[in-house]
């Protein structure tokens, strides 16, 4: 099982709509991945791991996989549209990482 994190950056400068994410992008990329996404969620960001300091993502979506071939095959197709929905909710670009589910 993989896990596929989305994580936008922080900053001074950054926003970021949580209803829309939930409510509209999630769904949407949902629909679209079809039944090969096994599980979707997001984390809003708090602090970082020092008192007073900001957390370094705003937000963190996750999408988990049976396998990397699985994420692949499925986000492909779709990519353009899944990314164009991103100023509807976020000014920042998002760094992806895929990661072991151990």
Do not use: C, W
Not at 70 to 87: S, Y
């Amino acid at each position: 099982m993989i896990q596929v994190n989305v994580l936008y950056p922080n900053g001074p400068q950054a926003s970021f709509d949580f209803g829309y994410y939930r409510e509209t992008h999630l769904p949407l990329v949902a629909e679209l991945l079809g039944d090969v996404l096994k599980d979707i969620g997001v984390v809003r960001g708090v602090s970082g791991g020092a008192q007073n300091e900001s957390a370094p993502y705003i937000a963190i979506g996750s999408l988990q996989f049976a396998s990397v071939e699985d994420f692949q095959a499925a986000f492909a197709p779709h990519a353009e549209r899944i990314l164009a929905d991103l100023p509807n909710f976020t000014n920042t670009e998002p760094v992806i990482q895929v990661s072991d589910m151990l």
